[in-house]
């Protein structure tokens, strides 16, 4: 996997937050295109749909639709892999944790019928997309926060555990060293998981699932979790996930904005390339960050795109689980 190059922004660089990208240990990549702009891409489903190079992950939730389960399902267990990765240092355990040392997760899904659950600031479990879905399932909520959440999970027999491995203990005290109140030019750091599913039946599920911005002030929570923003489903239109710089997503509505673009009749290649637009648009330090979103439609068809060079997809579909090396907007 090529590295996303580590782009920072501005206005946060002076709170000394990055965002950038890690590498996901797990990948087992079957084959790599070219910078793609996937305007004649392929269709078909079942099928799923990834951000970055997550191939673990897409392949098991391929697996869970062979078998002829629900989009919903293959969701949960696919985002499930890259969680239980302490490699990654993004999702799950070992994400990079807040500024204060403590790792906090955000993570939601969405079904083929307009349900929605969320989980934020959520500490010491292991898989918070699952915890999503037990909310969306077993509560009269939608979003539990914090201790709460935690609390919840811990009644519905999630295990507590130290989700900070050695190795992002040391990234944290090492940034504390170097970098901490000042802003970090290219340092590694960052990326969710935002996948997108359809299932036998054609109905479509979404998750997006991460540790959030490295090195945060505590209680910061990003897109990833909001519905809308990091992640929308449609199930008559289609579906979106959003990954890089949460607080721009989440001031341009970024995944319901696609979704709404599809229904207008954009293919999800025109409504992904639209939503980064109205960032670029709104933003003159839009050079500053990395925003990527992927989407796919009603019949399988996909799109993706992003401000900056260095966003992968992973698609697993007509049987074949690949690569996609994403197009982007700014060519310098
Ligand atoms: N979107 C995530 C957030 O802002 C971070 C990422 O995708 O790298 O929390």
Known sequence: MKRRKFIQNASLSTFGIAVGTSVFASETKTSISEVSNPKSGTSGFPMVIATWNVNSSTAEAWRVLQEGNSALD??????????ANAEGQSVGIGGLPDRDGNVTLDACIMDSKGNYGAVVYLQHIMHPISVARKVMEDTPHV?????????FAISEGFKPIDLLTEASKKAWEEWKKTSQYKPIINIENHDTIGMLAIDKNGDISGGCTTSGLAYKIAGRVGDSPIIGSGLFIDNEIGGATATGLGEEVLKTVGSFLIVELMR???TPQQACEEAIGRIIKKNPDYKDFQVGYIAVNKKGETGWYSIHDGFWVTKYQNDKNENFHSDFYDKK
């Not at 293959?74 to 969680?83: D, N, R, T, Y």
């Open 143 to 151: 979003i539990l926060a914090g201790k709460g959440a935690e609390q």
């Open 74 to 83: 293959a969701i949960e267990k696919g985002c499930m892999v890259e969680e």
């Open 264 to 266: 207008q009749g954009k």
